[in-house]
């Protein structure tokens, strides 16, 4: 990785808990100053539902930025923090340096800490191109030597949604209908 520049420039932020906020850490530009900063957020820092993102600038870390909407996610359990901080490592280190298979498509990284266990995610920009998806799953699997699964954001989007409307709908009871009818 060239220490001076690093082909793009990469956002890291925080969200201390699910449907929170995201709040903005820095901009890294070169690949020390990225190393520098990813070794201030550890994953045993990390209350449950936090979570840091390293994603291409101008890219949020949300389902519905239009640079992630067509896309869908690599996903992978971990029990430990030692863990989650390893394989975040892994995968911004490959990030930063364009290593995935056409890596222009790749958007970023993510480390959440759930109640008792951690989750990284890789996030790509097409869930269409079946042949970009398979690639980059067998990168993971050489680089992590275990099995990964990828959830394209449609499906999430779909389920939101779904949930969305529910929410939204009226709620009768027996009673409502019965006096609503006199």
């Known amino acids: 990785i060239n220490a001076e520049y690093m082909g793009d420039s990469w ?10 906020s995201l709040n903005a850490l820095e ?3 070169t690949s020390q100053g990225f190393y520098q900063l990813l070794d201030k957020y550890k994953a045993a820092e990390l209350s ?3 979570s840091i993102h390293v994603f291409r600038c101008g890219i949020q870390p949300t389902y519905e930025d239009p640079c992630n909407r067509n896309g869908g996610h ?14 975040m490592y892994l995968l911004c280190r490959d990030l930063i340096a ?12 993510t480390l959440l800490r759930k109640q008792h266990t951690y989750v990284v995610k890789l996030w790509t920009r097409n869930s269409l ?22 959830y394209p954001h449609k499906y999430i989007l779909q389920t939101l ?12 009871t027996t009673s409502s209908r019965l006096n609503s009818s006199t």
Do not use: W
């Not at 364009?98 to 990284?109: C, E, F, I, M």
């Not at 970009?132 to 699964?149: A, P």
């Open 11 to 20: 956002s890291i932020s925080h969200r201390q808990a699910t449907m929170v």
């Open 27 to 29: 901009t890294c530009y």
């Open 48 to 50: 449950p539902c936090a």
């Open 74 to 87: 690599f996903k992978l359990g971990l029990d430990t923090p030692e863990d989650a901080d390893y394989h």
């Open 98 to 109: 364009g290593h995935y298979p056409q890596a222009h498509s790749v958007n970023g990284v």
């Open 129 to 150: 191109d079946r042949a970009h998806v398979e690639s980059v799953k067998q990168f993971l699997i050489g680089l992590f030597g275990c099995s990964i699964k990828f």
């Open 161 to 172: 949604r779904n949930a969305q409307i529910r929410a939204a709908a009226p709620v009768f």
